[in-house]
């Protein structure tokens, strides 16, 4: 069974500092995909960054980067100079390599809660 | 701009009743989810649609059941609503055709099953 695992529940950082989310994921699939999506309090998910299994360079989206390593199966979140509208819960998921009719499904990690202090 | 809409933000219910929550999307995508969201224990897939009048189980299908009458709509259907089934409901949706684009999701609904 595919899984995905976020062992930091919280995390606090000083605005302006870079932050690393931890994201490691298990998986017999070749072909998957990583997922990054934030969730403020308001309770919608952001999707913010996407990294395939074949994809060789790291994913970037503006202050977001996707430090994968395959080898060891980890999807680390980076995101630099942080600010506070960071504060949010933010998932790591993973994409299933089989596709139903092109629907693909996503396996969600537990959640690392980040806290911006100003 | 991409839009799922959930038709409520919080819902109260009490035990034994049929619970429908609704979901609409106006990006013309195949696909459309459910899930629920419990704390620990992240997103967990409901049901789960890739065509209209098409559905397939998730990973915690039992006592609930799902309707796509038409493509912009996936609704959810709670039988018989119990109190653990007190939870945040979030609708997605995505391109079909082997896409590597993101769902796009809902606001989420805050069910509370008294």
């Known amino acids: 069974a595919q899984k995905i695992t976020q062992t930091q529940p919280g995390m606090f950082v000083q605005e302006k500092e870079a932050v690393t989310l931890d994201c490691t994921y298990d998986t017999s699939d070749q072909s998957y995909g990583l997922f990054w999506y934030k969730q403020p309090s308001s309770g919608e998910m952001i999707f913010l960054i996407y990294?395939?299994?074949?994809?060789?360079q790291n994913a970037t989206e503006g202050r977001y980067s996707l430090n994968f390593q395959k080898a060891r199966k980890s999807a680390n979140l980076v995101i630099s100079a942080s600010q506070l509208g960071d504060s949010a819960m933010y998932f790591c998921?993973?994409?299933?390599?089989?596709?139903?009719?092109?629907?693909?499904?996503?396996?969600f990690g537990q959640g690392t809660r980040l806290t911006i202090n100003p | 701009d991409v839009k799922v809409t959930q038709s409520s933000r919080y819902l109260v219910k009490r035990t034994g009743e049929k619970v429908f929550l609704e979901c609409v999307q106006d990006m013309d995508h195949e696909n459309m989810f459910w899930y629920r969201q419990d704390p620990g224990l992240g997103l967990r897939l409901i049901y789960f649609s890739y065509d209209v009048k098409m559905k397939e189980k998730g990973d915690i299908p039992e006592g609930y059941s799902v309707s796509r009458e038409k493509k912009e709509r996936f609704s959810l259907i709670l039988e018989s609503a119990s109190t653990n089934q007190t939870s945040m409901y979030l609708c997605?949706?995505?391109?079909?055709?082997?896409?590597?684009?993101?769902?796009?999701f809902g606001d989420g609904t805050r069910l509370s099953i008294l």
């Open positions: 998921a993973m994409r299933e390599g089989k596709y139903i009719q092109g629907a693909q499904k996503l396996v």
């Open positions: 990294q395939g299994s074949y994809d060789e």
């Open positions: 997605a949706s995505s391109p079909g055709g082997r896409s590597n684009q993101p769902q796009h």
